[in-house]
């Protein structure tokens, strides 16, 4: 992993799943944040792939580890593995194709099975450039994403539209998730009537502990 130069020690690395019905653009939403790239052509994920992003929150970089497999079923690696660590999640379906989002609850469903932390989800309703024959309302988007407890967005991997702002919008709830859980923590309380908090990691010695931050991926 490149590492950027730590001057206060503190480094947050999350990590995201992409999940969806096959075709619904999953790769392209990750190469297009990613990369700020989009494949007309792309082909069907084998097994999985991930990319690492970095934003900026309250002057600390944030990374996102975001993983993406494969739509079809007979091309998905060992599902526990994917889902192991993440505290974010993309669940995408295409506004083009109703049957991507009928299939959006059995996807919930695998990702509560396989995860055993808080994730921050995020409804994706892709290829709003496709509105001329939308087959599904951004009604009925929202209105399952208030259902579900989730963010939801309309995105274009194509034309770029919402993409950053859908991944940035998880990272960032993950990032309050992981503060909270830090703050709530009895160490950090015992730790407050101690002395003053630092709330990082200690940086210099390589070994990092990711002492609140259970979410986070080892390394
Ligand atoms: N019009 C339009 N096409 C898109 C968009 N995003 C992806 N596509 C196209 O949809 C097709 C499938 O995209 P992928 O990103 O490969 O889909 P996927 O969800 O990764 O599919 P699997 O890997 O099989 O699960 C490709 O032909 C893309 O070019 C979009 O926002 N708008
Ligand atoms: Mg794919």
């Not at 192991?84 to 999640?89: E, I, N, P, S, T």
């Not at 859908?166 to 009895?186: G, H, P, Q, T």
Request: aromatic share 8%.
């Amino acid at each position: 992993m490149s590492s950027s130069d730590e001057e206060g020690g503190e480094e947050y690395l999350f990590k995201i799943v992409i999940i969806g019905d096959s075709a619904v653009g999953k790769s392209n939403l990750l190469s297009r944040y990613a990369r700020n790239e989009f494949n007309l052509h792309s082909k069907a994920t084998i097994g999985v792939e991930f990319q690492t992003q970095s934003m900026e929150i309250d002057g600390k970089e944030v990374k996102a580890q975001i993983w993406d497999t494969a739509g079809q079923e007979r091309f998905r690696a060992v599902t526990s593995a994917y889902y192991r660590g993440a505290v974010g999640a993309l669940v995408v379906y295409d506004i083009s194709r109703k049957t991507t989002f009928e299939s959006v609850g059995r996807w919930l469903d695998e990702l509560k099975m396989h995860s055993d932390t808080t994730v921050a989800k995020m409804l994706v309703g892709n290829k709003c450039d496709l509105d001329n024959i939308r087959d599904v309302s951004i009604e009925d988007g929202k209105t399952l994403a208030e259902e579900e407890g989730l963010f939801f967005m309309e995105t274009s991997a194509l034309d770029s539209t919402n993409v950053k702002k859908a991944f940035e919008i998880v990272i960032r709830e993950i990032y309050n998730n992981v503060s909270r859980k830090v703050l709530n923590s009895d160490a950090y309380k015992a730790e407050l009537s101690l002395n003053r908090v630092t709330i990082s990691n200690d940086g210099n010695d390589g070994s990092k502990k990711s002492g609140g931050f259970a979410s986070c991926c080892s390394r």
